[in-house]
């Protein structure tokens, strides 16, 4: 089994020492969705949503959300993003989130691109809430990481 690497030799949570790492180029990319009426859907596209305007408020979030991810998740390193992307993509019953994480550093930027996509889903979730409290958000996930020791690696 693979050691976990938050673990040290006692089982306690630990960072990862990362000071003997080079830096190198490291990108990270997630996604996930979120279901919903057509009437909500269609009020997101039309920029009929009275809170104003939707993905681009989710987007600011995702991209906040990321810089802020050692804040929120533990053990995770305070990283210098040099880039955060959140797009969006309409699908028939909701909205597809797609976040890319990039740096020069260290460590990788995977909680980093989970994060933005997640946070970008829940802010869709917030101001659309009034016409479809019934919403899903799923399938949050890693589509790939390049960079690092690890090399690349790209979800089947």
């Known amino acids: ?10 089982g306690n949570a630990a960072m990862v020492d990362i000071s ?10 997630a996604d996930g969705r979120i279901t919903m009426s057509k009437e909500a859907l269609t009020a997101i596209k039309d920029g009929l949503i009275k809170k104003g305007d939707v993905l681009a408020t989710a987007r ?3 991209i906040m959300a990321a810089k802020k991810t050692s804040e929120l998740i533990p053990l995770c390193h305070p990283l210098a993003l040099s880039k ?5 993509a309409f699908e028939d019953d ?9 740096l020069t550093g260290q460590t990788g930027v995977e909680m980093e691109a989970l994060t ?18 019934n919403m899903e958000i799923s ?8 960079g690092g020791k690890s090399g690349d690696w790209h979800a089947v």
């Not at 955060?84 to 969006?88: H, K, L, T, Y």
């Not at 829940?122 to 016409?131: E, P, R």
């Open 1 to 10: 089994m693979t050691k976990l690497t938050h673990l040290d030799d006692a």
């Open 20 to 29: 003997a790492k080079d830096a190198t180029v490291r990108e990270a990319v």
């Open 60 to 62: 600011i979030a995702g």
């Open 84 to 88: 955060v992307a959140v797009d969006f």
């Open 94 to 102: 909701g909205v597809r989130v797609t976040a890319l994480a990039r």
């Open 116 to 133: 933005a996509a997640s946070v970008a889903l829940l802010t869709i979730y917030d101001m659309a809430k009034a016409l479809d409290k």
């Open 139 to 146: 399938g949050i996930r890693l589509l790939s990481k390049t």
